[in-house]
């Protein structure tokens, strides 16, 4: 068998908007597979997965027998489920990080009467800031900044 390289290390570049589905393999029960998920998801299950203390293969490999038993729990073949292992992990993803929310974290991130796209890859720049700059324009309502002060629509923060 051919001796494979380290594997890809993919960095966390931010970027304007949401980026293109990436396959990458990966093992469920010492099966090798893949799955496509946007960029943010897949470093969102990396992230969880270093909270947690196990891989990405671990985790999704745990996200599967649950689907699994959830499926034989309501006398159904895991094969004819309709929930695919991808929509599984977005589901996960999006649970966990949920269950993990505070009013105290949403007033910190500025939740909350403002703009709900700050700080989520829908955050539009600021039209007037052409060299590309952090440089972002709220909408609506007045709001807290990250520094705990507050804002009024077409403040201009920096990300």
Same mark, same amino acid.
């Given at each position: 068998?051919? %001796?494979r390289g380290p594997k890809k290390k993919w960095t966390n570049t931010p970027q304007a908007g949401v980026e293109p589905l990436r396959s990458q393999?990966?093992?469920?029960?010492? &099966?090798?597979? =893949?799955?496509? +998920?946007?960029? /943010?998801?897949?470093?969102? +299950?990396?992230?969880?997965?270093?909270?947690e203390g196990l891989t990405v293969n671990h985790l999704c490999t745990q996200i599967k027998e #649950?689907?699994?038993?959830?499926?034989? #729990?309501? $006398?159904?073949? /895991? %094969?004819?489920?309709?929930?695919? +292992?991808?929509?599984? @992990?977005? @589901?996960?993803?999006? /649970?966990?990080?949920?269950?993990?929310?505070?009013?105290?974290? &949403?007033?910190?991130?500025? &939740?909350?009467?403002?703009?709900?796209?700050?700080?989520?890859?829908?955050?539009?720049?600021?039209?007037?800031?052409?060299? $590309?700059? %952090? /440089?972002?324009?709220?909408?609506?309502?007045?709001? +807290?900044?990250? $520094?705990?002060? =507050?804002?009024?629509? $077409?403040?201009?923060?920096?990300?």
């Open positions: 068998m051919a %001796k393999n990966i093992m469920i029960g010492g &099966h090798r597979t =893949s799955m496509r +998920l946007e960029p /943010s998801m897949w470093d969102a +299950l990396e992230e969880i997965g270093r909270r #649950r689907i699994e038993e959830q499926a034989r #729990r309501r $006398g159904i073949n /895991s %094969k004819d489920a309709d929930v695919t +292992l991808t929509s599984a @992990v977005r @589901v996960f993803i999006a /649970s966990y990080y949920r269950r993990a929310c505070t009013e105290d974290g &949403h007033v910190r991130a500025g &939740h909350g009467g403002s703009d709900p796209f700050i700080g989520t890859p829908f955050e539009l720049q600021d039209a007037d800031d052409a060299d $590309g700059g %952090k /440089s972002v324009v709220a909408a609506g309502g007045s709001f +807290l900044t990250p $520094g705990g002060q =507050s804002a009024s629509p $077409g403040t201009h923060l920096e990300a």
